[in-house]
């Protein structure tokens, strides 16, 4: 039984990690050699998202008693994905549409990995921290970029939208 009880405090701790993780790359990582931010993104998410599946899988088949924390949220992203996938299934260019079909369904799972991962308050003030500090970091960097001094990607030159004059 304290084995069990081991190794939900492991795994739950290494799905928080993951998590939080997650939160900070998604925001801050940049290949200079992909000129697109999506691509990288998308790439992030994945990566995580199965990471924290299969964590979260884990977790909750090795505790006893494990339920699903239901809250006043969730109906209202239930209709959403509903209404997602009716989109879907109507589009004129459905490749597309799988695609970003995968990152928003991907981010509703995140959203559910950590509402059901966070019991204690300060598990949630650090996650509102590690939010907070990613954006304001992003915010930092997008004022360097809009004033030309972008230190990452210099060699693709200035937008013509933020060109300063």
């Known amino acids: 039984m304290e084995n069990g009880i081991l190794n939900d405090t492991f795994y739950k701790k290494m799905l928080l990690t993951n ?27 994945k990566l ?3 990471i924290s599946i299969i964590l979260w899988m884990i977790q909750f088949l090795s505790v006893e008693g494990a ?14 994905i509903i209404i ?3 989109s879907l299934l109507i589009s004129n260019a459905i490749r597309v549409s799988f695609g970003d079909y995968i990152i928003v ?14 019991s204690q308050k300060k598990e949630f003030n650090s996650f509102i921290r590690i939010f907070f500090i990613t954006s304001f970091l992003v915010s930092i ?25």
Not at 19 to 45: A, D, V, W
Not at 105 to 118: E, P
């Open 19 to 45: 998590l939080k993780l997650f939160i900070i790359f998604i925001s801050l990582f940049i290949y200079r050699y992909i000129y697109e931010f999506r691509i990288n993104q998308e790439m992030i998410l």
């Open 67 to 80: 339920t699903w924390n239901k809250n006043k949220t969730n109906l209202p992203i239930y209709l959403f």
């Open 141 to 165: 960097y997008a004022l360097i970029q809009y004033y030309g001094f972008d230190p990452f990607l210099n060699k693709l030159g200035c937008l013509t939208s933020t060109k300063i004059k």
């Open 48 to 50: 995580f998202i199965i």
């Open 105 to 118: 369904i991907s981010y509703i799972i995140l959203y559910f990995l950590i509402i059901n991962s966070i």
């Open 84 to 86: 997602l996938s009716l």
